[in-house]
Every structure is written in C-alpha cells, then in structure tokens.
C-alpha cells in the first residue's frame, strides 16, 4: 500500500550491551538517534521513498510525509498473527507481495519483523531488503531484547521521538535475537547505530554499501 502522506514517555539508550533491566518488553516514549539520523537524510533528500514494515501507525506516515518523503506501507505482523493462529508459525513469503525494482528504496523501516522470522528467513529478507535500498540507503531495525510475543505499533511523532505501544498479542513468542545475531544479519551494510533502549527493545541502523 502507497500512502502520499507519512505517520513521549521516555528510553534512555545504552550500549547495546548494557545489562536488562525489565522483564517485559515496555511502552512509551523515548528520544531515537537513529530515528533522527533516517529523518535528517530525508529532510536533505527530494522526493525519498520508504517502505514502512510493521503496523501501520498514521501519526508515522504523517511525519515521514511532512519531509516529503512517499511512503509505502505493508503490515507484516497482522499476517503472521493469522498464519501462527492456523498452525504455520514461519513467517515465509510475508514480504512476497512487495514488488520493488532493484535500488529504489532510500529507507527501509522494519519496526519487530526481523524478531518474528526464523533466523534464516530473517537472513533472506535482509538480502532482499538489501537489494531494494539505494546504495547508501538506510535500513532501520527494532529488536525485542529478551522473548516476548507482543507486538508493537511504533509512532514516529517527530523528527527524533518514538512512542512504542502494545497493540496485539502473537500466538507464539520470539525468542530474542543475541546482540552479535542481529548485528550479523546486516551484512553488506555498514552499521552506522546500536544501541538498547530502556523499554528493551534494540535499535540497529544499518547503511548500504555503494554496490
């Protein structure tokens, strides 16, 4: 899906490294650098395009948009809730009806998806996220840092602040990715950002190589 336009409680971020503090997976507010650093490259870039991986949040699309950006949506997590809800609980094919032409992408964000696929899978998507982006495109990736089957709608409410919110619940848990397995499914890219935000979620920025 194509939309024209675009969509506080507070996360101190850490390494990523940093020892867990809470059990659950939070909600809230809180100040991200990468969000700041994808934003800042769409302010200075005409015309950009994004594709937004995860629940669709308007108040994400809208600020996206107010950079000019185009910004193309697809809600992955719905899907799988449904496929782990009959008994499939991969997550094969969920990007199979995105049809992007190879270098087209300027920012890919993937809010959780990279959390729910299998570890291989997971691996495949990157390839082929990596092969939409523009080279030096930015690639955006939120982990859960400890086992958890809640998903979560990401709002993007301005330039460099992000409200995280619970909105549904999946059949199965994930299993956290270890920092060094999320960190290895950015291969090809150069890792700009890492870090682990208070309500246990992990930011990755990744950029992609020239070719």
Not at 30 to 46: F, G, I, K, M, Q
Request: charged share 25%.
């Amino acid at each position: 899906m194509y939309l024209k336009l675009t969509h506080r409680r507070y996360l101190e971020g850490a390494p990523s490294n940093h020892a867990l503090a809470v059990k659950e997976p939070g909600e809230g507010t809180y100040e991200s650098p990468a969000a700041r650093r994808v934003t800042e490259r769409l302010a200075r870039t005409e015309g950009a395009s994004v594709l937004d991986l995860g629940l669709l949040s308007g108040e994400t699309v809208t600020t996206l948009g107010d950079l000019g950006a185009r910004v193309h949506v697809h809600d992955v997590m719905t899907p799988l809730r449904d496929r782990q809800a009959g008994g499939a609980g991969d997550g094969e094919g969920l990007l199979a009806d995105l049809k992007f032409l190879p270098e087209s992408l300027d920012v890919v964000l993937a809010w959780e998806l990279l959390d729910f696929l299998p570890l291989t899978e997971a691996r495949e998507a990157m390839v082929r996220l990596h092969r939409w982006l523009k080279p030096k495109g930015l690639l955006l990736a939120v982990f859960h840092a400890i086992s958890s089957d809640r998903v979560h709608r990401f709002r993007l409410r301005d330039t460099g602040t992000i409200q995280m919110q619970a909105a549904m619940s999946l059949p199965e848990p994930c299993a956290a990715r270890t920092n060094n397995e999320a960190l290895s499914l950015f291969s090809g890219f150069t890792l700009l950002h890492s870090a682990l935000m208070r309500t246990q979620v992990r930011e990755v920025l990744g950029q992609r190589g020239d070719g």
